[in-house]
């Protein structure tokens, strides 16, 4: 691990982009049987990278973020189907589906729907920003936790989105086998997007937009002594978060087929929460951090899964316990307290010798 | 006064609840000099500094600064006009290193429209940080979490972030509260020759009597939240209403 940087200093070995480009190409030959737990991988290592945008960069602990997840869902599934067909009746009709989406149809509302819901759910958290963002510390914390509870409720009671039974994404059209596989196809959308917002992350911590983030999350008073925007940088970093959690929940739609408000979109309880602890496993405020959390976490979430059956959320409570206890910086957040040099803190040039 | 005034307060008033921290405050910093402004603990000086920056509304009265008045401005737009503060209780961004926390100090900062805002600094910043810091003396440390630095040296840092921001006039609160006796010298020197050489106007709350008498052109008095005194260092050193406030006399 020691190759990785993290945050704003040092460099990537850049091995490492290559072993992690060919696994994400390689994985739907090598492991096809596996092809939707790489696909979740991704979205997890989506929702680490975007939670850290706000929790560990800016120091804004949100339990919300979850919400654009499901309002991309939500809006993606609902743009699909609206082009078509009549979204009231669709979802009348319930599971007993009597629309059948064309193959070109499917694509193109598909396409839609992925530009929609980011641009959606971007537009929902620069509005929301702009209010709750005023609030600093565990007031925002609570006030987003609040925000993921109502979310799924208030879905849960518009008839037009099928209410609490529900909503049933189109039906992938089996013309388009011949082409490419279901599984493969969203695999690859899941890929691409995880690859986009890691690159976007590392473009935004590289220049100034990373630096006053963490400026906020230093001292925020003096970052508005200073002269610096505070209020701007903090609801576009929140608007950026969204729009990627948005199209990460459109994709996620469509793969589960079914979206039930408070089990699949609005999933505050665990989705909400494990976006929190995959960062700061890995390190939250760091680039890196959030990649290996999420990876760990769901490696280990699968682990458990397969082998605890019945007791895999009490083998998953004790985990998030020993995390929070023995890792409160993360792996790569301990690996810096411990060694800051690997990650260019060091003296330079070698300064005599004073209190320190 | 031979310069114009770079910033005036007239008559500002300010209480909490019933505590009254400033009363009918009027006082002027001329472009270029040096003032201070002492008071014993408690006088109000801490929210004048509050007051004028922004922090805290007024109750009443006025704040110009280069002849505009600014006492409904927010913190963040005051700074930008080019009037900083530093604090107290020292206030760097701990989790950065010291180079970063210069860059982000950056006056180009404040300029933060969607194209800017994604984009780097220039290589100018680099140097004008390497700069500044080599001024502090923290110049060899510049790559550790600022964080970890000693109080000392987070006091030096943040004057150098104050630097960096090419403020027109700097609102110093406290500089050497807690600087090692040694360090305090090379601060005054420091502190002068920002003021020559950046032509930065200073306005220093302090409570070292040798720092303010060194420093200042002229010295500002509060006690219980009123203007007591104001002159050049040596009549305010023998000012008899001065020293009994100082003494607690009745």
Known sequence: MSTTSTGNTGSTNPLLYIVILAFGIAAPFVMPAYIQQVSFLWIFILFALTWDLQGGQMGYNSFGNIVFFGTGMYVSASTQVALYFDLGAWNESGGENTFIHATDEYFIGLAAGLVLSGIVAAALAAFLGSGILGLRGQYFAICTLGLSVAAGEIAAGIDLIGAGSGMSTPVWPDAADSVIERGTFFYILCFMLAVATFIACKYLYSGRFGMVLNAIRDDEDKAEAMGIHTTRYKALSWTISAFFLGISGAIMGNIIGFIDPVDVAFTGATFGVWMVLMAILGGKGTLWGPVLGAAIFHIMQELFWTYFLGWQRVALGLLIILIVVFLPQGILGSLREHFPEWFGHRLEPVAVEDEK | ?250
């Open chain 2, 1 to 250: 006064m031979k310069n114009k005034a770079i910033l005036e307060v007239c008559n500002s008033s300010k209480s909490f609840g019933g505590v009254i921290a400033n009363h009918n405050i009027s006082l002027t910093v001329p472009e270029g000099e040096i003032v201070g402004l002492i008071g014993p603990n408690g006088s109000g000086k801490t929210t004048l500094f509050n007051t004028i920056v922004g922090t805290h509304p007024l109750d009443n009265g006025e704040v110009y600064f280069e002849g505009q008045e600014i006492s409904s401005l927010r913190v963040p737009e005051i700074a930008r006009l080019g009037m900083l503060r530093t604090f107290q209780q020292t206030r760097i961004y701990g989790g950065m290193t010291g180079v970063q926390n210069m860059r982000i100090s950056s006056p180009l900062i404040h300029d933060s429209n969607f194209s800017t805002m994604f984009s780097g600094l220039p290589p100018e910043v680099d140097e004008r940080s390497d700069e500044l810091l080599e001024f502090v003396g923290l110049y060899e440390k510049r790559n550790l979490m600022s964080g970890d630095l000693s109080f000392g040296q987070q006091k030096l840092l943040e004057f150098a972030m104050a630097l960096m921001n090419e403020p027109k006039l700097l609102l110093l609160d406290e500089p050497t509260a807690g600087i090692n006796p040694t360090l305090i010298n090379g601060l005054i020197d420091r502190l002068k020759l920002a003021n020559e050489k950046f032509g930065i106007t200073l306005f220093v709350i302090e409570h070292n009597m040798r720092v303010v008498m060194n420093l200042a052109d002229s010295i500002y008095c509060l006690a219980h939240g009123e203007m007591l005194a104001h002159g050049l260092p040596d009549e305010i050193q023998n000012d008899q209403k001065v020293i009994d406030a100082y003494l607690g006399a009745s």
